[in-house]
């Protein structure tokens, strides 16, 4: 987990196998995160560089 004091912000990576599995992660946690108080949630979504991955054998 990355953490920014000044930020006050953290965060993770997480690999999804599609962008509707992403979307209903994201928005099943938002719905829990704002039970203990916390909104406004950021997410950012980033394409997987499936060429890259092959050449690094995704490491």
């Not at 953290?10 to 999804?16: I, N, S, W």
């Not at 209903?24 to 060429?51: M, P, Q, W």
């Amino acid at each position: 987990m990355d953490r920014g004091a000044r930020s006050r912000c953290c965060g993770r990576v997480y690999l999804f196998d599609s962008v509707e599995h992403a979307q209903a992660y994201t928005e099943k946690h938002s719905a829990h995160l704002n039970c203990f108080g916390i909104a406004d949630i950021g997410v950012r979504s980033y394409a997987v560089n499936e060429r890259l991955s092959m050449a690094t054998r995704g490491r």
